[in-house]
């Protein structure tokens, strides 16, 4: 059943009020924080515009590795949805970019105020080496993290609960990544109320 107190959280106003290309440049810490982590073009921003029953809180780009910044969207002065750049991108090799470990884990690691993060997980390709690099780095730090599927409606019938199941498999051998995982579709609207009810716990 759709949770009407989260339904109204996500329906209210949700602003941009800033965007951060230095880790000094973080804005002061105040609402509880859920950031959303992923491979370039995974859907962080399509997923924050699907939650929020929005096209362009977050802007969204066919063109990966476009967010170049961290950018914090107040969500009704509850909870602020953190909208990270995409790693991954153009790289082959099992490593993260330095760039993205320099100012995403320092983020990530250093925030009081983060109370989850959210790694998505493109369905149609499933875990990569780069996205097991990031829930390693999670562990070590201690960020509790949950794994959410994106783009599930591009899969055939059946096709996501199959590869929901592995990766829940794989993130029982992580210590930081929580039980409960998600999947969805910005695109039908899939798990998206189910996500806004997880989420709606942790606001203020």
């Known amino acids: 059943?759709?949770?009407?107190?989260?339904?109204?959280?996500?329906?209210?106003?949700?602003?941009?009020i800033w965007g951060a290309s230095r880790i000094d440049n973080l804005p002061p810490q105040s609402l509880r924080e859920i950031a959303f982590v992923g491979r370039s073009n995974v859907g962080k921003s399509s997923l924050i515009n699907a939650l929020t029953g929005r096209k362009t809180v977050a802007r969204?780009?066919?063109?990966?590795?476009?967010?170049?910044?961290?950018?914090?969207?107040?969500?009704?002065?509850?909870?602020?949805?953190?909208?990270?750049?995409?790693?991954?991108?153009?790289?082959?090799?099992?490593?993260?970019?330095?760039?993205?470990?320099t100012l995403i884990f320092a983020y990530l690691s250093g925030r009081a105020t983060l109370s989850r993060a959210l790694l998505l997980i493109d369905a149609r390709r499933g875990l990569m080496p780069s996205d097991l690099a990031v829930m390693e780095l999670f562990d070590r730090s201690a960020v509790s993290y949950e794994l959410v599927l994106t783009k599930s409606d591009e899969l055939e019938p059946g096709a996501a609960d199959g590869l929901a199941a592995s990766l829940a498999a794989e993130a029982r051998t992580h210590t930081a990544a929580l039980a409960e995982m998600a999947v969805t579709s910005a695109q039908t609207g899939f798990g998206i109320a189910e996500l806004q009810s997880q989420l709606a716990a942790l606001a203020l």
């Open 1 to 16: 059943m759709r949770d009407e107190a989260a339904r109204k959280l996500f329906a209210g106003p949700c602003d941009f």
């Open 60 to 101: 969204v780009s066919q063109t990966p590795g476009r967010t170049q910044q961290i950018n914090f969207f107040n969500l009704g002065g509850k909870l602020m949805l953190v909208d990270l750049p995409g790693y991954g991108y153009a790289k082959a090799s099992k490593t993260l970019a330095m760039e993205w470990q």
